[in-house]
């Protein structure tokens, strides 16, 4: 079993910042790719990014490229996720979801683990 804890979330204005983290534990975090998600109410979970293992392979859902940043230190058992230049439609409860595994999935029902979530709200 792996646990997921996401926090870091809260209520930014446009253009704003924030980062969210994702500790782990319960098992080696650096067997386990990671991915990011995020629902917004009335939507269905959307895709938002994936790390490697390692952290060396990085994908990201249109929407966030170039604006969102993940990252992760396996020393801390610790996923990141940036977010610059945040916009209103970014409002959505993010989740971070984890698989062991070598590639790095981009579908949710791909991932094993998943976390509460955090509430991210953006203000216009």
């Known amino acids: 079993q792996v646990q997921l804890v996401e926090t870091g979330g809260g209520l930014v204005q446009a253009g704003g910042s924030l980062r969210l983290s994702c500790a782990a534990s319960?098992?080696?975090?650096?067997?386990?790719?990671m991915g990011w998600f995020r629902q917004a109410p009335g939507k269905e979970r959307e895709f938002v990014g994936a790390?490697?293992?390692?952290?060396?392979?990085?994908y990201y859902a249109d929407p966030v490229k170039g604006r969102f940043t993940i990252s992760r230190d396996n020393a801390k058992n610790t996923l990141y996720l940036q977010m610059n230049s945040l916009k209103p439609e970014d409002t959505a409860v993010y989740y971070c979801?984890?698989?062991?595994?070598?590639?790095?999935?981009?579908?949710?029902?791909?991932?094993?683990?998943w976390g509460q979530g955090t509430q991210v709200t953006v203000s216009s």
């Open positions: 979801a984890a698989k062991q595994t070598i590639v790095v999935p981009r579908m949710g029902n791909e991932y094993d683990y």
């Open positions: 319960g098992r080696t975090f650096s067997d386990y790719a």
């Open positions: 790390i490697s293992r390692t952290g060396v392979i990085t």
